[in-house]
């Protein structure tokens, strides 16, 4: 299995590091990607690319962090080069669920991410909250560029997932679609081809059910790979053999 999106620079799993890489392999995890989120993020998810081989990090500010944290296209490219183990660009894109950034801000921003995607191609993971509308006509502005797309903790609607499926974009599901109330989302993701799909813990937020309202780590990934299986109707094993094989393809093609 592949977390393909975790915050290792979050506590309580920063300071548990060994522990947390430890029962990850324990599960079966192969890759970790910690995702940046700030400019200090980044500056500690360096150190922690150093920890273990499976790790595995992105360059990037988080729409929330957008007004506090100034980086253009050009420092994004700088960074990403200059380390093998950084693969990704983001977490980027647009929150107007809780606008804690200038809404013209996360836009600016956005861009900047998107112009370094494709200087570089390589994978965009966005985030978007009540934001469907302005995202996709965003990203419809560079539909000829050929972006590299990963919607992560995907929580949209359908209609919004049919669009970018004409994008080819991946949608990564969080321990959300194993909520009970989360019915419609399950639905999309019956809807989406296997081939778009990829798993994450977005951890330490988001714990799957079982663990639902503790400290999500990566190992939990394992519950929400059973979920999606059973959405999908198929076996776990073949859907983490599928998902894996989307991450790899995504980011190492």
Known sequence: MIDSHCHLDHEPLFSDLENIIKRSKEVGIEKLLTISTSLESFSKIKNILTKDKIIYGTIGIHPHESSKNSIDSKEIVKNLTENEKVIGIGETGLDFYYDNSDRNIQISSFREHIDASIETNSPLIIHSRNAEEETFEILNEYKNKNLKILMHCFTGSLGFAKKLLDFNSYFSASGIITFKNSLD??????SIP???LLIET???FLAPVPNRGKKNEPSFIS???????EIKLIEKSKLVKITTNNFNKLFFN
């Open 194 to 196: 296997l081939e778009n």
């Open 185 to 190: 989302l399950q639905n999309t993701f019956k």
């Open 202 to 204: 977005d951890s330490p």
């Open 223 to 229: 519950f929400t790979a059973s979920k999606l299986a």
